[in-house]
């Protein structure tokens, strides 16, 4: 099975600040992978698909770049609107699977 | 607008049976794949398996084979998860979610949830 890295698991931020968070996998994913916000007593929120592509309707401070192993979720300036969890999500056809990362908790300072 | 609508909160007793079930509409629910996902208390997200309403195929993630069933009714456009004896350990929010057609396994809609709690 592949593995998912999330790092870091929380972080403090101020208003206005570039955030990135980044996901490692196990092996080589090609760009099957995906991000998601979720907020508080909410359900996720898909931000990030096939790992660059901005899904529609979501705010352009929003961005992710990789392919391979190696993936980076941005915020390129926080807003308070966007203290949640970031969950990245991985999938992998043989067999079928799909597996998310620890999540990464993103507060204001 | 394209929904799912999940049942309500459920409180079982451990040894229990629980189906659960997540309502499409407003798209051809027969055309797109609908996954669940477990959320225990304060953790993170765990993919169990997926389904096409189309013709039932289904995928569990190794995690959940065996431990629960997915399955689907077309004619009333509702996917359903269900055990046969719950645990203590099953206690968790329930997402379902449909699959986009424009990406690699990316879910960019969401039923609500179902909060299901099981205790003696």
């Known amino acids: 099975d592949i593995q998912m890295t999330q790092s870091p698991s929380s972080l403090s931020a101020s208003v206005g600040d570039r955030v990135t968070i980044t996901c490692q996998a196990s092996?080589?994913?090609?760009?099957?992978l995906n991000w998601y916000q979720q907020k508080p007593g909410k359900a996720p929120k898909l931000l990030i698909y096939?790992?660059?592509n901005l899904e529609t309707g979501v705010p352009s401070r929003f961005s992710g770049s990789g392919s391979g192993t190696d993936f980076t979720f941005t915020i390129s300036s926080l807003q308070p609107e966007d203290i949640a969890t970031y969950y990245c999500?991985?999938?992998?056809?043989?067999?079928?699977?799909?597996?998310f990362g620890q999540g990464t908790k993103v507060e204001i300072k | 607008e394209v929904q799912l609508v999940q049942s309500g909160a459920e409180v079982k007793k451990p040894g229990e049976s629980l189906k659960i079930s997540c309502k499409g509409s407003?798209?051809?629910?027969?055309?797109?794949?609908i996954g669940w996902v477990r959320q225990m208390p304060g953790k993170g997200l765990e993919w169990m398996g997926i389904?096409?309403?189309?013709?039932?195929?289904?995928r569990y993630s190794p995690s959940f084979q065996g431990q629960v069933t997915i399955s689907a009714d077309k004619s009333i456009s509702t996917a359903y998860l269900q055990w046969s004896s719950l645990k203590a350990s099953d206690t968790a929010m329930y997402y379902c979610?449909?699959?986009?057609?424009?990406?690699?396994?990316?879910?960019?809609?969401w039923g609500q949830g179902t909060l299901v709690t099981v205790s003696s």
């Open positions: 407003g798209y051809s629910f027969t055309s797109y794949w």
């Open positions: 389904i096409y309403p189309g013709d039932s195929d289904t």
């Open positions: 096939d790992a660059s």
């Open positions: 979610a449909r699959q986009s057609l424009f990406c690699t396994s990316c879910y960019n809609t």
């Open positions: 092996q080589d994913i090609s760009n099957y």
């Open positions: 999500q991985q999938y992998d056809n043989l067999p079928p699977n799909t597996t």
